[in-house]
């Protein structure tokens, strides 16, 4: 077996199973889980019909690159988004459907680290609290996390010029998460322009996680994201700079398995021969599926809508007896919590059987600190009903401490 594998710590669902083992929560509770960030609004009925109208399709062998009327609707939909104006996104040469953000934030870096370059290890720079697949990404490329932790203080946004320059001469690849994955914030115009000077300076690629760039709350602020900056600096090609995005989250569509990586023409060229070899094309029917869902923002916006629903309601409930804001983005709650987070957790299940996330098993131990600690991670992902259910019950437990 690959040694590094033991370098990989458990995965948060792992460690939540085993912190809750062994509780019975109250039998006339109806279990409410807001611990896993899956999309449970219905998916959206003209996505399930083109898929099932092209399901001939699966007597074809894919083409890893994908059909090139998708290509053609992500790179509109891109363009749009994220007013690429100045520098053209070319459905040939910046855009490769993948199957999920998940697979393709993971193999990018088994594509672009290279162990040759010098002697000393790799470093890949991540935020902290983090997404754990960058993590181990890193590992099993031989690398090693460089975790910049992203605090209130700071506005929960990493700050790159806290990097020792050492570590960036180190760097081949940087992961972001904008809008920020437990914390819901977005990195600024001004973020993303020092970003980028630095990968120019230092020779690195920028993994720009998006995933959640379409659920916000203010239909005049979109988030910003890497490619729409790299566009108005005017970079050729958009040179060391890739973005993901996914339906997952966009269109309520976890299980179809579709997203895109966009961005350094160079790049993707060498990243489309590791998947050929790897082994991940859509098949034919998600493609059309993938193809309808990119072209339609009305559902888009519905989605929005629902989600505005559930914050609204349940912060109304939380605000006054939890240190809770709203996020900028995304679908997340990150509280600051009265007790331990495992302790938090543990009792709210056993008393209220609601589920949350510790926030420390999305981070990690720095000199700093574990800036999850004492967090807990809230997806309001559940009907609008079972969020309201879940948060009158987490306030109840709340104020039994005091």
């Given at each position: ?19 809750i ?7 006339g ?7 896993m ?6 998916a ?5 019909e083109?898929?099932?109208s092209?399901?001939s ?5 894919p083409?890893?690159?994908g ?8 790179a509109?939909?891109?363009?749009q988004?994220f ?8 459905p ?5 459907p993948?199957?999920g ?5 993971f193999?990018?870096?088994q ?18 609290p983090?997404?754990?697949?960058y ?13 910049m ?9 990493a700050?790159?010029?806290?990097v ?6 180190k760097?081949?690849?940087?992961y972001?998460c904008?809008p ?27 993994a ?25 600096l ?24 579709s997203?895109?990586?966009a961005?350094?023409?160079a790049?993707?060229?060498q990243?489309h021969l590791?998947r ?11 493609q059309?599926?993938?193809q ?29 007896v939890?240190?809770?804001?709203r ?12 007790q ?13 059987n ?12 720095t000199e ?12 309001l ?14 306030r ?7």
């Amino acid at each position: 077996m690959n040694s590094r594998l033991a370098s990989l710590q458990p995965y948060p669902f792992q460690r939540l199973a085993q912190l809750i083992h062994g509780l019975t929560p109250p039998a006339g509770m109806t279990p409410i889980r807001l611990s896993m960030g899956e999309p449970q609004h219905a998916a959206p009925a003209f996505v399930l019909e083109a898929l099932k109208s092209n399901l001939s399709g699966l007597s074809n062998y894919p083409v890893t690159k994908g059909s090139a009327e998708l290509r053609q609707s992500i790179a509109g939909w891109a363009t749009q988004r994220f007013h690429l104006n100045k520098i053209a996104l070319d459905p040939e040469r910046h855009v490769l459907p993948v199957a999920g953000t998940r697979e393709a934030l993971f193999s990018i870096a088994q594509a672009v680290i290279d162990r040759r370059v010098n002697s000393q290890r790799p470093s890949v720079v991540m935020p902290n609290p983090f997404y754990q697949i960058y993590e181990g990404a890193a590992l099993l490329a031989g690398a090693r996390p460089y975790f910049m932790n992203a605090m209130e203080e700071n506005g929960y946004r990493a700050d790159f010029a806290q990097v020792p320059e050492e570590i960036w001469q180190k760097v081949p690849l940087a992961y972001i998460c904008s809008p920020g994955n437990p914390t819901g914030a977005v990195l600024t115009r001004d973020n993303l322009a020092n970003l980028i000077e630095l990968a120019h300076k230092y020779n690195f690629i920028i993994a720009s996680d998006e995933c959640y760039s379409e659920i916000y709350f203010d239909e005049a602020k979109p988030p910003l994201g890497l490619l729409q900056v790299a566009n108005d600096l005017g970079i050729r090609d958009y040179q060391h700079c890739l973005v993901f995005h996914s339906l997952s989250k966009r269109s309520s569509l976890p299980g179809l398995r579709s997203g895109f990586v966009a961005g350094d023409a160079a790049v993707l060229e060498q990243y489309h021969l590791f998947r050929t070899y790897q082994g991940c094309a859509l098949p034919p029917p998600t493609q059309s599926a993938s193809q309808a869902a990119w072209n339609d923002e009305a559902h888009v916006r519905t989605n929005r809508d629902l989600y505005r629903s559930k914050f609204d309601a349940v912060l109304k409930i939380l605000a006054p007896v939890l240190d809770v804001k709203r996020p900028e983005a995304g679908f997340y709650l990150w509280p600051r919590l009265p007790q331990d987070d495992e302790t938090f957790t543990r009792q709210l299940y056993a008393r209220e059987n609601v589920l949350v996330l510790p926030g420390s098993y999305l981070s990690r131990e720095t000199e700093a600190g574990n800036p999850g600690k004492n967090r807990v991670r809230m997806a309001l992902v559940t009907p609008l009903a079972e969020c309201v259910e879940a948060a009158q019950r987490i306030r109840n437990y709340v104020e039994s401490l005091k």
